[in-house]
């Protein structure tokens, strides 16, 4: 009895390991919505000259370019999202039924001199919906894309003059849009 107990506990701590690992390839976003994939084993890093390309390794080790913009998106194997704008992926940090954030990192480093000063700089993007056209995450594109009343807009426009617009709330780590709009 004792053994059996073992082994579930085993299993109930190895399972969701097991469940990460993967990395999903999707198509279309009918291929992401119906589950339909090509699997690899992780993803590789690319130089600056296969910028356009996502890198995988199957199980044997051997290294696949993809084309980004030949997919919709993938999964990489920590089970984030990832869709593809214009060869670019962009993260999808937060989404519900009636918007989709997602982000980028860019390179900010400065240089001064002799000084480099390294840093990030977070771009957010938006669409409706994950099968929607991705924007740029502004108060122009949100009113222009997307369909509020008229007190929606205000709360809108507010958030932008207190320039929280695409913040993060650091008490609930969620964007205050999301905090005011769609929940």
């Known amino acids: 009895m004792k053994n059996v107990i073992m082994l579930?506990?085993?299993?109930?701590?190895?399972?969701?390991?097991s469940a990460f690992g993967q990395?999903?390839?999707?198509n279309s976003y009918s291929d992401y919505a119906n589950g339909v994939f090509d699997a690899y084993k992780k993803t590789?890093?690319?130089?600056p000259s296969l910028e356009n390309y996502l890198i995988v390794k199957d199980d044997a080790n051997k290294r696949t370019r993809i084309l980004m913009s030949s997919i919709w998106g993938y999964?990489?194997?920590?089970?984030?999202?990832?869709?593809v704008r214009k060869d670019m992926p962009l993260k999808v940090d937060c989404h519900n039924d009636r918007i989709?954030?997602?982000?980028?990192?860019k390179d900010d480093?400065?240089?001064l001199?002799?000084?480099?000063?390294?840093?990030t700089k977070t771009i957010l993007y938006f669409s409706s919906d994950m099968s929607a056209e991705i924007y740029k995450l502004n108060l122009e594109s949100l009113l222009s894309?997307?369909?509020?009343s008229d007190q929606e807009q205000e709360r809108i426009t507010e958030l932008d003059k207190k320039g929280r617009l695409s913040k993060k709330n650091s008490e609930t780590n969620a964007y205050y849009l999301v905090e005011a709009l769609f929940e």
């Open 23 to 26: 990395v999903k390839i999707f």
């Open 109 to 111: 480093t400065i240089i």
């Open 145 to 148: 894309v997307i369909d509020f």
């Open 44 to 47: 590789g890093e690319a130089g």
């Open 100 to 105: 989709v954030i997602y982000f980028d990192k």
């Open 75 to 83: 999964q990489d194997e920590k089970g984030n999202l990832y869709r």
């Open 113 to 119: 001199g002799d000084m480099i000063i390294p840093g």
């Open 8 to 17: 579930i506990c085993f299993l109930a701590l190895a399972y969701p390991f």
